[in-house]
């Protein structure tokens, strides 16, 4: 579907926990905009948006997809994103990328950690919400509960602008509040008009006139009105309402049963009448804090997904910020200064394209085969250097070391985990320099454990994971003076060097300051880069347990040369040995990564979390009650306590419980501690 005016589009993205509901929701939303033929496709697991063998697989989304719906003559562009923890980059591509968020909340299960997450996403774009309480159609469903927690914990401002008919199994219609109507729906999802039941008139009356004093307050010219007529028309009432979602200060509140098809026209209607447009949106943050305008002018667009099909190779979906975008034409990547030459546009149903000529701004699309452009990655006009704004990427949370089980797929494996990080920036694998080791790094167990599983689908690579390695890192903790001469003597040209240095701690530096201050000739300067060089060098290779030395400084002080003998070399050696003469008086130790935790779980469970935790080494850092039972422990824990409590958790709550972990510091390991994992090293650092 080609649109030619960006008036006609809405851009959303579903997010939310997982177990939501939003594959489903995206996939009832194409059935009832004659996408799709099927409504149950979740259930016979074939789904346009969990295209990956390995989300069938495990009955998960893995990654964010794009589809769209032509709804009254509107083309609506669908992201839906995985809930997973571990996938949580994927949603916040998904909300940066869009021009609203529909953010899906089990009506049973109530307000889960994600939730909360993606949430604080949204706000911190200041992406407008629309609220969905899904699984309405279920036992223990409570949408009145639901939305008192939603305004307690989000937003007192969150107000249902329809009212559900009927509860549980009964779930079968809702009443658009704004324009009163009421709406039935058959098995197959189709809806029909109906009178709004005497049952709930009452209830509707009443939430028709919260919603209205809500849309006034929203608005001075609306509030005037509203006291001089004592009520709003349907009119004034779309418009408020559309206002007020697209400045954040109404977030609308809906409710579907999508396995059914139980509102998601009326929820297509909500998107189409509510959400912004591009054009409303107005504006795109470009990475030097400008704001690009969207619409006319010119043309650039942002790459938000990098997907590696193993038959047509990458494709690169991309948002159009501003201008048109055109096939078989050269733009510019501006991060990496290098053109890139377009062919075929497309409009993408999951992971199937159709060809277009052209994408106006804010339209979604795709293209096939480029050479170098990665996620978040602008496209311009030529002489053009604007970056659109992209997120920020975490550090992964693990690291395996990984073997091929093949001898003959050893130089396979490089080539086939860089398609993976080029679709998912979150994971990164590479050799470590200490350990000659390849290592596959995510953001937990599971992430790194899909990805093998991609490698050996995809790629035909099969893996052999190690135990997780822990990134130690080693430091001083105070200030020390050293010496390094290096010379030898061997017939002809001898090595002579001669350098002193001070070494001093220099808190949250990743590497380490070089100060050169000598005064005089006592050391050349040509050879003084070559102190700074061997001393980098030994730092890489660790003092204590053959960990990365970082937080110092070295101060150059004096030194020694000889007219024949010195040379860079030599100088690299004495800076070496001066580096380690200086550790042995500094105080050196081993600094451990540690994560920031947050479990949530019930009080049954809380007595043995908390003493596993302490047998961990973590730190609570506070409690909370959320949602009535659901008792959330926050906890800072060493990583390398952390590497098998995705299994542990699960074995002690009976799967009940969930945790999310992300990287925060690194602190000093416990002498008691540090010995043991010296002791692990010096084999390896012996061989």
């Not at 010219?221 to 418009?239: H, P, V, Y």
């Not at 975490?394 to 003959?408: D, T, V």
């Not at 398609?419 to 953001?443: C, N």
Request: net charge negative.
């Amino acid at each position: 579907m080609r649109v030619d005016n960006s008036a006609l589009l809405r851009n959303v993205a579903i997010v939310g926990h997982k177990d939501t509901g939003k594959t489903t929701l995206a996939s009832a939303m194409l059935y009832t905009g004659g996408v799709t033929g099927r409504l149950n496709e979740v259930e016979q697991g074939n789904t346009i948006t969990d295209f990956d063998p390995e989300e069938a697989a495990r009955a998960m989304s893995i990654g964010l997809a794009a589809c769209w719906v032509p709804w009254r003559k509107h083309k609506v562009n669908i992201i839906d994103c995985p809930g997973a923890g571990i996938f949580l980059a994927e949603s916040r591509a998904g909300i940066r990328a869009a021009d609203a968020a529909i953010l899906n909340l089990n009506a049973v299960a109530g307000i889960e950690v994600t939730t909360e997450k993606v949430w604080d996403y949204a706000n911190e774009y200041g992406v407008p919400v629309l609220l969905n309480f899904a699984k309405m159609d279920r036992e223990n469903a409570d949408p009145d509960l639901m939305l008192e927690r939603v305004q307690e914990r989000f937003s007192r401002t969150a107000i249902p602008i329809q009212y559900p008919i009927g509860r549980e199994a009964d779930f079968s219609g809702i009443v658009d509040l704004v324009n009163s109507k009421a709406y039935a729906f058959e098995a197959d999802g189709t809806a029909t008009k109906r009178e709004i039941p005497d049952e709930v008139a009452a209830e509707v009356e009443e939430a028709r006139s919260l919603l209205m004093e809500a849309i006034a307050e929203s608005n001075e010219d609306l509030m005037e009105s509203f006291f001089d007529a004592g009520e709003l028309s349907n009119d004034q009432m779309r418009q408020g309402l559309s206002l007020a979602t697209a400045n954040r200060a109404l977030f609308p509140v809906v409710y579907t049963a999508a396995l059914q098809g139980i509102g998601t026209g009326c929820l297509l209607d909500t998107i189409v009448n509510v959400c912004p447009s591009p054009l409303d949106r107005g504006s795109f943050p470009a990475a030097d804090g400008e704001l690009v305008a969207i619409g006319d002018g010119e043309t650039r667009a942002l790459v938000f997904k990098t997907l590696s099909d193993p038959f047509t190779g990458r494709i690169s979906l991309v948002r159009v910020v501003s201008g048109t975008l055109r096939s078989d034409t050269s733009y510019l990547n501006t991060a990496l200064n290098v053109e890139e030459r377009l062919g075929h546009l497309m409009t993408m149903q999951g992971k199937q394209g159709s060809n277009v000529d052209q994408l106006v701004a804010g339209d979604f699309g795709a293209v096939a085969k480029l050479r170098s452009t990665a996620s978040g990655h602008t496209l311009t006009e030529k002489g053009d250097g604007c970056q659109v704004a992209w997120i920020q990427i975490r550090e992964p949370a693990i690291s395996f070391a990984i073997e091929p089980k093949s001898k003959g797929d050893e130089e396979k494996i490089g080539e086939a985990c860089a398609r993976l990080v080029e679709e998912d920036p979150t994971l990164k694998a590479g050799r470590d320099p200490q350990t000659g080791e390849f290592l596959l790094s995510g953001t937990g167990q599971l992430h790194v454990e899909i990805a093998v599983a991609k490698l050996k689908s995809r790629s035909k690579v099969e893996v052999v994971l190690h135990p997780p390695t822990v990134p130690y890192r080693e430091t001083i903790r105070r200030a020390a003076e050293g010496h390094g001469r290096h010379k030898k003597q061997s017939g002809g040209r001898g090595q002579f060097a001669d350098c002193k240095i001070k070494v001093e701690p220099l808190a949250n530096v990743s590497g380490f300051e070089f100060v050169d201050e000598i005064f005089g000739g006592s050391i050349p300067q040509s050879y003084r880069p070559a102190v700074e060089k061997g001393i980098q060098e030994t730092a890489a290779r660790g003092f204590l347990a053959g960990f990365p030395v970082v937080e110092f400084r070295v101060r150059l002080l004096d030194g020694q040369y000889h007219d024949v003998d010195s040379s860079e070399m030599a100088f690299k050696v004495a800076g070496s040995l001066a580096f380690k003469d200086a550790l042995k008086s500094a105080a050196p130790t081993i600094l451990e990564p540690v994560m920031e935790v947050e479990i949530s779980t019930t009080e049954e469970f809380m007595g043995d979390i908390m003493s596993d935790l302490s047998q961990r080494r973590g730190k609570p850092q506070g409690m909370e009650t959320r949602d009535g039972d659901v008792q959330i422990i926050k906890a800072i824990v060493p990583m390398a306590e952390m590497l098998n409590y995705e299994t542990a958790l699960r074995s002690m709550t009976q799967g009940r419980s969930n945790f999310s972990m992300e990287f925060s510091h690194y602190e000093d390991v416990p002498k008691s501690v540090q010995q043991g994992i010296i002791d692990a090293a010096t084999p390896a650092q012996g061989e």
